[in-house]
């Protein structure tokens, strides 16, 4: 499993990562340039990768987090997102229906659409799966003149990041971002700053999918239940109104006309004693 | 039938707007017609038409429910139009679906490629199982009108099996639309979000589901059978009670029609299930802590409870208040309060509540409305054609048969349209169609070409604008550069050229961004001056003609070929003088291109400031942040690594 480590304090938002990106995914460099102005975070269809300024003389950059549990592989309705044994979270293009489900599962709110397309597809950071896969780093990575950006496994890596913020004289902030945040992300951040601004999301430990994939596994307990259970109400209801007529004493059924006087029209959620028809319509 | 009629008008108009929304969305794209970005990637189509359309087609499965399980029988006769309704909610939800999409061909992939994991797919599964259901129990209907007595039959005897398997099915995807959203805790207001969502989108639909259909019975009955709801004519209740007691002298003896106590019965039920559903969101709100978000005073606490009230209070209200519960009117609004509360609570869950966090806010475009409005418009066509040619209220609509000239199949020929072209029937339609689809598409017309919108950039005020260079900046990146605006200036134009880049009148556009005249700051740039070489070529060539640089294209570009700098004349062929220069250094062939602005700045300056560095020992005069400010010293890191002494 491989991974991204950032390390902020490297970072002097020279943004060759981002010319790298845009010539890797073959994006248009014009209206990548203008994104970065255009949009809030600077990420756009054409620029998958921005660099945000975190604080006075810090930058972080922004692009999908890879993560190790990610919500949009669990959201995509025709298994278009898939988590490889790589590291890497990919898209197929040849699966998507444009739903963009994808698009509102991500807690870091990554993924983007090509609106101005007739034939629109998803676009992200897929960690240069083909580069990664013919053992290269990834574009990024490789253009970073810094050294601020290292790849490699991913506890290779968390073991880089703690040997740094050990060593760095109380530089770091003693935290690894991406670690445990939604089950642990392969793009790791170790830094000086607060990283909220390029839009952390709240703390929550909990991958979105092992919230939700234990309830949709009972989906056809559920649904075998219901309908096991309407069985039994009507099973019920059928035998007490057999019994009623039974007591009655005769099998004549009276059909009394529905609701002669509007008085007597409250919500009784009971059967209707009055209206013995039985079975369906057979 | 004047109101039937115009009511159909009005129907096939909007409908139309909504097939020239549908056209524009096909031909455009989602982008050019829609006003959804990445911030906010669902929108009215989305969750209008398939979350909150879906929600109110429950009456197929609770009335299913009531009359086959609980054998409620005297709910039997809405059970047919509950069917109905499901049908056609489920089929125009699909159809709007299939816009929504960005890749409409596609619709059919899920059938073939599983991800058992998402909550979309198993509403996919869900929804299109149980719109067969739907066809299935409405099929008897259908057969039996057309005199195909046998599948009517077959049909009939697995009627109650069907209605248990629809039931199943509804509670599963009812619930997993709410669940569609559990997946975003940090996106979603706390207001709506809740674990509990797959119960909330349950009960609640169940219950504004057997509102919808006590509404379209009123409404049904307003337009063909007055008397079946209203009673008889000329003894039409008032809406407040109290009024009417004292005219009547004895509320006992206001008339209603024959079907007023069924519609009463189900809209208590209807309450009781909205009554409970309010209270679990108020016990949730309560445990959760989320109602501080309530006394919050945001638009969104005004929102929930304006959906509260709409949802679960009015209608309450207007059905258990013995004053007003058996005024027709009163529980047609009762039932309109419960429908609409329900898509505001589907819009606010959908939309309203991702406005907070994505930090944009949304505004359906006019194709998003028309397309939106036209799908439940050509429901609403068919739900008319359904109801008066087959017997789905009652056994009279054969009475009815005269007033369907709309869907009667006859043409226009060219003598009898403006006789009876608004008369009745198609060539009514025809008209209509004439009037609207040329207007929809004037109007919708600009909307494909959204504009870009531009963050405002603060101006470069207090600066000190006679000194050479200036600290700025430009893109509003959060990047400074040393900006030499003397320069700018005396090239631009001296005092008169201020305002090509300060527009003090211009709202939210201050002072124009650097890139905006520096457009390639990292890409080589074409310094081919096109227009100037057409007319300086058509003046060279003394080429004759009314416009003479339109025939210099011929001198540079061959015919019959793509006009591009790779296919054109090569620069030095005319360029004579510069040959000698071009052999000498190797042989550039690309000379049309120069390198970046920003590549050709650097080279300016930071050779010669690596050069100085190591000269007078300052190592980071060549760091970036030397000109850049904004950028930070690359010591930092270093120095703080690095023992103190050292």
Not at chain 2, 361 to 373: G, K
């Amino acid at each position: 499993m491989k991974g991204i480590l950032v390390d902020v304090t490297k970072c002097s938002g020279c943004e060759r990562c981002v010319a790298a990106c845009i010539t890797e995914n073959d994006s248009d460099p014009v209206r990548a340039h203008m994104d970065r102005v255009l949009t809030k975070d600077g990420l756009s269809e054409n620029r998958l990768l921005s660099v945000l300024s975190v604080d006075d003389g810090r930058f972080a950059r922004k692009s999908c987090m890879h993560c190790l549990e990610p919500s949009c592989v669990s959201a995509c309705l025709v298994g278009g997102i898939t988590k490889t044994p790589e590291g890497p979270v990919i898209y197929d293009p040849d699966k998507c229906i444009g739903c963009r489900y994808c698009m509102l599962a991500c807690p870091f709110t990554i993924p983007r659409y090509e609106w101005q397309e007739t034939t629109p597809f998803m676009r992200k950071c897929e960690m240069c799966f083909e580069r990664v896969k013919d053992g290269l780093d990834p574009a990024c990575v490789e253009a970073c003149p810094h050294g601020a950006l290292l790849f490699g496994e991913r506890d290779d890596l968390l073991r880089v990041a703690y040997s740094r913020i050990a060593s760095g004289n109380d530089v770091y902030l003693p935290r690894v971002w991406g670690e445990n945040e939604f089950g642990g992300t392969s793009v790791l951040y170790i830094s000086d700053v607060d990283l909220s601004p390029i839009g952390w999301p709240e703390p929550d430990v909990e991958s979105i999918p092992s919230m939700t994939e234990p309830l949709i596994t009972k989906t056809p307990i559920i649904g075998m239940s219901v309908a096991s259970s309407l069985l039994g109400v009507n099973w019920i209801i059928r035998r007490r109104m057999k019994l009623q007529n039974e007591i009655a004493g005769s099998g004549e059924t009276t059909i009394s006309t529905e609701a002669t006087s509007p008085a007597e029209t409250a919500g009784s959620v009971g059967p209707d004693r009055s209206d013995q028809k039985g079975g369906e319509g057979a | 039938m004047r109101r039937t009629r115009t009511l159909k008008d009005i129907l096939w108009a909007l409908a139309m707007a909504g097939l020239v929304a549908g056209m524009f969305r096909l031909w455009f794209g989602l982008g050019a017609t829609t006003n959804l970005t990445d911030a906010v990637p669902w929108g009215l189509w989305k969750i209008l038409n398939m979350i909150a359309g879906v929600a109110i087609s429950t009456s197929g499965f609770t009335i299913g429910f009531l009359v086959y399980v609980l054998k409620l029988e005297r709910f039997r006769p809405l059970m047919k139009p509950a069917i109905l309704l499901a049908f056609l909610g489920y089929g125009c939800s699909c159809l709007a679906l299939l816009f929504d999409i960005g890749l409409p061909f596609r619709f059919w992939h899920p059938f073939l490629m599983w991800n058992e994991h998402s909550f979309l797919f198993e509403v996919f599964w869900c929804v299109i199982l149980y719109f067969t259901v739907t066809a299935i129990e409405l099929g008897p209907t259908i057969f039996e009108k057309l005199r195909i007595e046998r599948v009517a039959e077959y049909l009939h005897s697995i009627a109650f099996g069907v209605v248990v398997v629809g039931i199943s099915l509804s509670s599963l995807h009812h619930s997993s639309l709410g669940s569609l959203f559990l997946v975003t805790p940090q996106r979603l207001h706390p207001l709506w979000y809740s674990s509990l969502l797959p119960l909330f989108f349950i009960i609640s639909a169940m219950g504004a589901g057997m509102m919808f259909i006590v509404l379209i019975k009123i409404l049904y009955a307003r337009l063909y059978n007055r008397e079946s709801v209203f009673g008889p004519k000329g003894e039409e209740t008032i809406f407040l009670a109290p009024l009417s007691e004292r005219k009547a002298g004895n509320g006992n003896h206001r008339s209603v029609g024959r079907d007023m106590p069924m519609l009463i019965g189900l809209a208590s039920i209807a309450v009781s299930i909205l009554g409970v559903f309010g209270i679990l969101q108020i016990i949730d709100l309560l445990v959760s802590g989320s109602w501080r978000a309530l006394i919050a005073g945001t638009w969104e606490s005004w929102l929930f409870g304006l959906e509260m009230i709409l949802l679960a209070g009015l209608p309450s209200f207007l059905v258990w208040n013995p004053r007003t519960r058996r005024s027709p009117t009163a529980l047609g609004m009762a039932a309109f309060s419960a429908c609409s509360g329900l898509m505001l609570n589907r819009l606010d869950v959908g939309i309203f509540g991702y406005f907070r966090n994505a930090g944009a806010f949304y505004f359906p475009s006019l194709a998003e409305w028309a397309l939106s409005i036209g799908v439940i418009a050509a429901a609403g066509l068919a739900f008319l054609f359904f109801v008066e040619n087959f017997p789905i209220f009652d056994e009279e609509w054969r009475n009815r048969r005269k007033d369907m000239g709309v869907f009667r199949a006859s043409f226009d020929s060219l003598s009898r349209v403006w006789n009876t072209a608004l008369s009745s029937g198609l060539e009514r339609t025809t008209v209509i169609a004439v009037l609207v689809i040329p207007l929809a598409w004037g109007i919708m017309y600009p909307m494909y070409s959204r504009a870009d919108g531009i963050e405002a950039i603060e101006p470069a005020v207090g600066l000190d604008i006679t000194r050479t260079e200036l600290c700025i900046d430009g893109n509003k990146t959060g990047v400074t550069t040393n900006f030499p605006h003397a320069d700018h200036r005396e090239r631009l134009g001296g005092e008169s050229s201020c305002r090509s880049c300060h527009h003090m009148s211009l709202p939210g556009d201050e002072t124009t961004a650097c890139f905006r005249c520096h457009r390639q700051m990292v890409q080589s740039t074409l310094i081919f001056d096109h227009t100037g070489h057409t007319r300086a070529v058509a003046e060279s060539e003394q080429l004759k003609g009314i416009h003479p640089s339109n025939h210099s294209c011929a001198v540079c570009h061959h015919e019959g070929e793509a006009k591009s700098a790779e296919s054109s004349k090569p620069c030095l062929d005319c360029h004579k003088e510069d040959t000698a220069w071009a052999e000498r250094s190797d042989g550039e062939d690309d000379l049309a291109y120069a390198v970046s602005y920003m590549e050709a700045m650097h080279n300016n300056c930071i050779p010669c400031h690596r050069e100085k560095a190591e000269e007078v020992d300052r190592k980071t005069l060549g760091d970036c942040s030397t000109c850049h400010r904004s950028l930070v010293a690359r010591q930092i890191v270093s120095e703080t690594l690095v023992p103190d002494d050292h």
